[in-house]
């Protein structure tokens, strides 16, 4: 059965400063992953997907992450937050079809 | 109305009262879902209704009724709700077969149980 797990719950940063938002997954086939993004009050957004082909994949807000096939791992970066990207980050996978398998979250504070 | 969207956003009922979530999604999907999020808890997928027909239902008590009576719009209906069902209900659409399978998601209804 696939599972997802995001290391940390909560990663605090300094505006301007890079960030990496980290999350496992395991499943015994080909995944598809995905990063969503849930601001205070509101549903959740897509901010990328990795479907197959390259392994860097690049979303909204300056958002990116890497596919690591080897180390199961789909972890988040963006070089330079701002105040706005406070958020909560979801990290989900699936192996086709309709289920979707989130993570925990985590939960991004950008500190000025 | 573009999207996913989710009526009422905010709802407060009693344990005894009757109540019902609506959701209708404006992309053309054929699959809607339903999930709750509470509090430091993973996000709970509820419901998965494909082409109309319910196809998941994660053992979810009986008192959560779901209706799905075309492709665009998805209910929930409420009765006798606990306390512990306070959460964030969230409703969600996607494309089956021919996808990349995400999901989109409306903005929620914040359902609170006094």
């Known amino acids: 059965a696939q599972s997802v797990t995001q290391l940390d719950s909560q990663v605090p940063v300094f505006e301007e400063a890079p960030v990496e938002l980290r999350c496992n997954y395991s499943?015994?086939?080909?995944?598809?992953l995905f990063w969503y993004v849930q601001y205070p009050n509101q549903g959740l957004q897509l901010l990328l997907k990795y479907l197959s082909g390259s392994t860097l994949v690049k979303g909204i807000n300056g958002f990116e992450a890497e596919f690591n096939k080897s180390q199961t791992s789909f972890h988040l970066r963006k070089p330079s937050v701002h105040i706005s990207d406070t958020a909560e980050y979801f990290c989900?996978?699936?192996?086709?079809?309709?289920?979707?398998?989130f993570g925990a979250g985590t939960i991004l504070r950008v500190k000025s | 109305e573009t999207g996913v969207t989710q009526t009422p956003r905010h709802l407060v009922m009693g344990m005894t009262n009757k109540k019902s979530l609506k959701c209708e999604q404006h992309?053309?999907?054929?699959?809607m879902y339903w999930y709750k999020q509470s509090a430091k808890k993973p996000l709970e997928l509820m419901f998965v209704y494909s082409l109309e027909e319910r196809v998941e239902n994660n053992s979810v008590p009986s008192r959560f009724s779901p209706e799905c009576p075309n492709s665009s719009h998805l209910f929930l209906h409420l009765h006798t709700l606990q306390p512990e069902d306070s959460a964030l209900y969230l409703c969600a659409s996607s494309q089956v077969v021919g996808s990349s399978y995400e999901q989109y998601f409306g903005p929620g209804t914040r359902l609170t149980v006094t």
């Open positions: 992309l053309g999907h054929n699959a």
């Open positions: 989900a996978v699936s192996e086709g079809g309709n289920k979707l398998v």
């Open positions: 499943s015994s086939v080909s995944v598809y």
